[in-house]
């Protein structure tokens, strides 16, 4: 019986990470320049090590979490997997050259936790150091900014085999490979983020297993978003020490969440969403601890907190980054834990190859969401779409995305001028990658990739940003 419930909430989650719209939105946008934004404004591509690097075993790289998982074809859509990925560890100085023709001048990328430390801890890969070392290297001779993640789901297989993030002793591993990392690149790396959208890893890792490692269950789910916020607080802290005039973040998915109707049970079925998609991760590091008020299951975390939890949990980040790509329109349902669903899309709506709501104001309303919390800066670290590209005679014409980025940058302006402190702008995503479980199929880059040949092909929207940003 509890097995058939986790296997409820995994089809309601697996719904919401596809989510479609409900309404129709404007296709109209207004025209924008950089200027409006200002010249300290941040613009810059979203990438992360294991949808990009390839290489999966090279130089002595350890095993990951997500080699792991694809390595069974039935967990990825297309039966593919990131061995090769787009190859990005042995063209990153091309890549870069091509980042910097699109005048593009904010490179975000990850470490692979495997590559630098194969066992998770102990035995340093110095070649993984000096790949990172060049990569690092190539980007500040072009003018290039770095701004590097620490984790982005890729968690050394050698530490899920002890439990992963479900064991407490995570917060030890982190910190030294944390410790490692801001040691050896802290020196011309300035903005660093801590973890990568800790909502979704534990979720959909630890909670509906669709996503690596595979596992399922409330209390590994709990257990692993208790020891993550401790990380995230921690990670933050020994980049503060290590690294000189550090610049710090960390970067949380978040959904616009609204209920379908304005009854008691639908309002309570989206605040309920809302703190599994929005509140998690942001509300401990104030020191406003977990939102148990609003979701009383959360009550299962207090088994896994220590007393000390209280304070160390808690980091003053010099910026919060949000990554939005879709709403959550919510009603009841039976489904256990949540106990909410999304309500069923309309036939003609707008959206993406992923099947997620176009809906611009969405990203207007989350930065205003976040920035009644007392932060100090937003940035949108990610943003973006996947649409149905095709390379004909040599050119991929994809007016949906270049449209998608205008409406959604023209939502984030009226933020700012509204008052709110974003001062940056990531696009997900730069080169066509591995997207996950969803494998190769989703497209969301600025430049197509051809996977079997590793050919670059700027579309129009990469050409569109190139102008833009002049």
């Known amino acids: 019986m509890v097995r058939l419930e986790f296997i409820k909430t995994m089809a309601v989650l697996t719904a919401l990470w596809k989510l479609k719209p409900i309404l129709p939105v404007s296709s109209e946008a207004h025209e924008i320049s950089k200027g409006d934004f200002g010249d300290d404004f ?22 990951s979490v997500w080699d792991r998982f694809t390595s ?36 975000r990328f990850s470490f692979s936790w495997a590559r630098i430390l194969p066992d998770g801890t102990g035995r340093i890969n110095e070649k993984g150091i000096d790949f ?26 050698a530490l899920e085999d002890k439990g992963g993030w479900t064991n407490r002793e995570m917060i030890g591993w982190f910190s030294e490979y944390a410790d490692l990392c801001t040691r050896r690149f802290g020196d011309r790396i300035r903005h660093w983020m801590v973890l990568n959208e800790p909502a979704s890893f534990t979720t959909l890792g630890y909670l509906s297993g669709i996503h690596a490692p595979n596992r399922t269950g409330i209390h590994k789910f709990m257990a692993s978003v208790h020891h993550a916020n401790l990380c995230q607080a921690e990670g933050g802290r020994i980049i503060r020490r ?55 299951i959360l009550k299962k975390i207090e088994k896994h ?30 489904i256990p834990f949540i ?13 993406t190859d992923m099947g997620w709501e176009v809906y611009p104001e969405g990203i207007y309303e989350i930065i205003k969401q976040f920035a009644k919390y007392p932060v ?52 997900w995503t730069f080169i066509d990658n591995f997207e996950w479980a969803e494998g190769f199929r989703p497209r969301f880059g600025m430049v197509y990739n051809d996977f079997e040949t590793q050919e670059r092909t700027v579309k129009d929207s990469g050409f569109w940003f190139r102008d833009f940003l002049k």
């Not at 591509?45 to 002595?60: N, P």
């Not at 649409?387 to 409406?407: A, C, E, H, V």
């Open 376 to 427: 100090k800066e937003i940035i949108v670290t990610e943003n973006g779409a996947a649409f149905p590209d095709q390379l004909i005679n040599g050119r991929i014409n994809d007016p949906q995305r270049i449209n998608f980025y205008k409406r959604y940058l023209q939502n984030i302006l009226r933020a700012k001028q509204e008052g709110v402190n974003v001062t940056g702008y990531f696009a």
């Open 242 to 296: 290590n690294v000189e005039n550090s610049h710090i973040g960390t970067a949380l998915s978040c959904s616009y969440t609204e209920p379908h109707k304005m009854t008691g049970s639908h309002q309570r079925a989206a605040q309920r969403l809302d703190v599994v998609l929005n509140r998690l991760f942001i509300e401990p590091s104030l020191g406003m601890g977990y939102p148990v008020q609003d979701f009383p």
């Open 132 to 157: 990172y070392n060049r990569m690092i290297d190539t980007c500040l001779e072009l003018g290039i900014e770095p701004w590097a993640v620490l984790y982005h789901w890729d968690l050394p297989q």
């Open 42 to 63: 941040y613009w810059g591509v979203a990438t992360s090590a294991y949808q990009i690097e390839g290489a999966s075993d090279a130089d002595g790289k350890g095993e």
């Open 305 to 334: 907190i220590h007393p000390e939890d209280i304070e160390n949990v808690k980091f003053d980040f010099d910026f919060i980054g949000i990554q939005n790509y879709f709403r959550v329109v919510a009603k009841p349902s039976l």
């Open 72 to 107: 069974k074809q039935s967990h990825i859509k297309d039966k593919s997997n990131g061995k090769i990925a787009i190859d990005f560890y042995n063209r990153y100085e091309d890549d870069l050259k091509l980042l910097k023709k699109l005048n593009f001048k904010n490179f």
């Open 339 to 351: 106990w909410a669903n999304r309500v069923k899309p309309e036939d003609d709506s707008e959206v």
